[in-house]
C-alpha cells in the first residue's frame, strides 16, 4: 500500500535528496501548477487560500505570468498544459490515483494523468495527458478521489458528484455522474480525499482527519464510522490524504 499527503511520498519516491518541507494548508482546489521553478534569486509564494502571488521581490515561476497579483499560466487558461510547481522541486501534488488491472497506475492531476508502469517502477512515455478526450465520460479534471472494485468498475469521485467507469470498455457507465449521495449512502456526500482498496472485501474512504470503512458486498458503511485516521491508522498522516493506492 502506498500513501500521499501532498508531495510527500512521491518526492521521497522520484528524489531521494528531496526533504518534507511545511506548505499552505491544502484547499478544496489547488489550482495551476508550474513544473519550472521561479528564474534564479527569485522565487513564488502561496497564500493561505492556495493562490500563487507574485510582484517584487516575489516572481512566477517560468512559463507563468504575473497578472495583477496572481500568477497565472501564460495564455491566461487554468487547464493549460503547463502545470504550477509551488515547491520549485519539479514534484508535482496529486489529485487521486487508480491501480488499474492492466498493471498500471494511473495519476491524476488537474485536467492531466499519468500512466505508471509499476512493474518497470516508471512513467510511461508520452505522458502526462489531457484527462479530455483519454477517458470518455469521465470528469475531466479535479478528480478528488477513485477506488477500483473489480477488473472492470473504477469508481471516480469529483466534488459531489460521483461516476462509474467501466474498465474494460474504458468509458464511463450510462447515465453518470450522479450525486454521491444517491449512490453512496451514508458516505461524505462531497470532498472526499483519498479512497482504497485493501483486497479484504472493504473499501476506506479518507476525509480531512477521519476515515471511513465501507463494506463492499452490502454497499454500507460499517458500523462505527467515521473514526479518526490516528486511531485506526497508526503512523499514517493524521488528515488532508490525496491519494492512496
Not at 516508471?122 to 477517458?135: C, E, L, Q, S, T
Amino acid at each position: 500500500m502506498r500513501v500521499w499527503k501532498e508531495t510527500r511520498a512521491v518526492r521521497r519516491a522520484l528524489d531521494p535528496r528531496a526533504h518534507n518541507r511545511s506548505r499552505a494548508p491544502r484547499g478544496r482546489r489547488r489550482g495551476p501548477v508550474l513544473t519550472a521553478s521561479a528564474p534564479e534569486g527569485q522565487q513564488t509564494c502561496i497564500d493561505d487560500a492556495g493562490t500563487l502571488r507574485c510582484g517584487e521581490p516575489v516572481a512566477c515561476a517560468l512559463g507563468a505570468t504575473c497578472n495583477e497579483g496572481i500568477c497565472e499560466p501564460d495564455g491566461g487558461k487554468e487547464d493549460s498544459a503547463t502545470s504550477l510547481d509551488v515547491d520549485g522541486d519539479g514534484v508535482l501534488p496529486i489529485d487521486a490515483v487508480l491501480n488499474h488491472p492492466n498493471g498500471k497506475a494511473y495519476f491524476f492531476l488537474g485536467s492531466e494523468y499519468i500512466r505508471y508502469d509499476l512493474a518497470a517502477d516508471r512513467a510511461d512515455a508520452g505522458y502526462p495527458r489531457p484527462i479530455k478526450g483519454n477517458w470518455q465520460g469521465l470528469f475531466t479534471r479535479d478528480i478528488d478521489a477513485v477506488v477500483g472494485t473489480s477488473k472492470t468498475q473504477g469508481h471516480f469521485f469529483s466534488d459531489n458528484q460521483y461516476t462509474l467507469y467501466d474498465l474494460e470498455k474504458d468509458r464511463a457507465a450510462p447515465n453518470y455522474p450522479v450525486p454521491i449521495a444517491d449512490a453512496w449512502p451514508g458516505l461524505w456526500t462531497e470532498d472526499i480525499d483519498a479512497a482504497l482498496n485493501t483486497g479484504n472485501g472493504k473499501l476506506y474512504f479518507f476525509k480531512d482527519a477521519e476515515y471511513i470503512r465501507w463494506d463492499i458486498a452490502n454497499r454500507i458503511v460499517d458500523d462505527g464510522f467515521p473514526r479518526l485516521i490516528v486511531d485506526g491508522w497508526p503512523g499514517l498522516w493524521a488528515d488532508h490524504i490525496d491519494a492512496a493506492l
